[in-house]
């Protein structure tokens, strides 16, 4: 198996197509899971962010919905790192992750988790670079050194 090689492009050199298939996945979702919440997040979201060629999707549900949610998930996209799922009705906390195959894309990675728990955060990272131009030109700085640099994973 060949090293993975750290490679990032202008969010907007592939706008068009995340954009294409958030909005396929986000249908494909709703269509089965109606009272979801669905936010495209990650660095493809934001304008003049650097990103890896994926599209980070989070899906937020009332902790009375999750476990129907998992169910509904399973079927339509492959469950990955079940090792740090959490699920809790007592203290309503709730995270799986999920993952689609794509040829163009480098990956489409589905975070569900429960509405207001802990790990309902993506989108704040996702608002917070889409203000605040420091940290967004941190954040690129940051990508740049690890430009053409193998992942190191784990």
């Known amino acids: ?3 993975r090689i750290c490679n990032f492009v202008p969010q907007e050199s592939i706008k068009k197509i995340v954009d294409e298939k958030y909005q396929e ?11 979801v919440e669905i936010e495209h997040v990650g660095s493809s979201a934001v304008k003049g962010v650097l990103t890896k060629k994926d599209l980070d999707i989070t899906v937020r549900a009332e902790i009375s919905e999750f476990q129907k949610c998992i ?3 399973e079927k339509m996209f492959k469950a990955v790192h079940k090792d740090v799922w959490q699920y809790n009705k007592n203290t ?6 999920f993952t ?3 040829n163009y894309l480098e ?4 975070m569900l988790v429960v509405k207001g ?3 309902d955060e993506y989108h704040i990272f996702r608002e917070i670079l889409e203000k605040d131009d420091c940290v967004r030109q941190d954040y690129n700085a940051l990508k740049k050194a690890y ?3 193998p992942y190191k994973e784990g």
């Open 107 to 110: 990956s489409i990675d589905i």
């Open 147 to 149: 430009q053409g640099k």
């Open 25 to 35: 996945i986000k249908s494909m979702i709703l269509s089965t899971l109606p009272n």
């Open 117 to 119: 728990s802990r790990f």
């Open 100 to 102: 689609k195959q794509d």
């Open 92 to 97: 309503s906390e709730g995270m799986a992750i």
């Open 71 to 73: 169910d509904a998930m």
């Open 1 to 3: 198996m060949s090293e």
